[in-house]
């Protein structure tokens, strides 16, 4: 059984950062895409960003364009996201995820999700 367990979520105020990380307990776990979802209250289940198995070709929300950025190790089969500019609207769980290809996750599909890590911007 896969498990991906997330970490680094936390209170910031508006325009601060946060750096969230997802661990994966399977090696060949490497060989998947990789990505983000997200789900305010009261709010839809919301794709953020996915990555390829290599760690190249991220795809992002319009909504965090330019403000997040999504890597990957293999190595150590943990995958970050570096939230700057945060603002109240990015309030959140945070969930990890991954799937065979990244259009899965593109899709707002995932095959094995996180138990997620709260996120809450102040304003």
């Known amino acids: 059984q896969v498990q991906l367990v997330e970490s680094g979520g936390g209170l910031v105020q508006t325009g601060g950062s946060l750096r969230l990380s997802c661990a994966a307990s399977?090696?060949?776990?490497?060989?998947?895409?990789m990505g983000w979802f997200r789900q305010g209250p009261g709010k839809e289940r919301e794709f953020v960003a996915a990555?390829?198995?290599?760690?190249?070709?991220?795809f992002y929300a319009d909504s965090v364009k330019g403000r997040f950025t999504i890597s990957r190790d293999n190595a150590k089969t943990t995958m970050y996201l570096q939230m700057n500019s945060l603002k109240p609207e990015d309030t959140a769980v945070y969930y990890c995820?991954?799937?065979?290809?990244?259009?899965?996750?593109?899709?707002?599909?995932?095959?094995?999700r996180g138990q997620g890590t709260q996120v809450t911007v102040s304003s």
């Open positions: 399977v090696r060949t776990f490497s060989y998947w895409a």
């Open positions: 990555v390829s198995w290599r760690g190249s070709n991220p």
């Open positions: 995820a991954t799937a065979p290809s990244r259009e899965t996750l593109l899709k707002n599909e995932y095959t094995y």
